[in-house]
């Protein structure tokens, strides 16, 4: 199974920026649609955005227009670029297969706060 490890975290301003990258152990290419994922305190994990093999996105409407999610398959990296943060996005960031019933075992993920 492929191992991920989230980095890119930290502590921002309101309307700050951060690019969150997600480095697989191994091959990410046999997943079709890979993931970020994020967790709030006390809430369950929702998908932020994902992306093809292929390059193809979709976005959460609370993130589209100014989270921007990538992939090297070569690299076996995925990105999350994030701009305009808002407060009500701080959660832990995770990657992961976006398709149902494919999920490889979760990282430890990145922590993002996002201060008023």
């Known amino acids: 199974q492929v191992q991920f490890v989230e980095s890119g975290g930290g502590l921002v301003q309101f309307g700050g920026s951060l690019r969150l990258s997600c480095a697989a152990s191994g091959s990410i290419s046999g997943i079709f649609r890979m993931g970020w994922y994020r967790q709030a305190p006390g809430n369950g994990r929702e998908l932020v955005a994902s992306v093809t093999r292929g390059g193809s996105t979709n976005y959460a409407d609370s993130v589209k227009g100014r989270f921007t999610i990538s992939r090297d398959n070569a690299k076996n990296t995925e990105y999350l670029q994030m701009n305009s943060l808002k407060p009500g996005e701080t959660a832990v960031y995770y990657c992961?297969?976006?398709?149902?019933?494919?999920?490889?075992?979760w990282g430890q993920g990145t922590q993002v706060t996002v201060s008023s």
């Open positions: 992961n297969s976006a398709q149902p019933g494919v999920l490889a075992p």
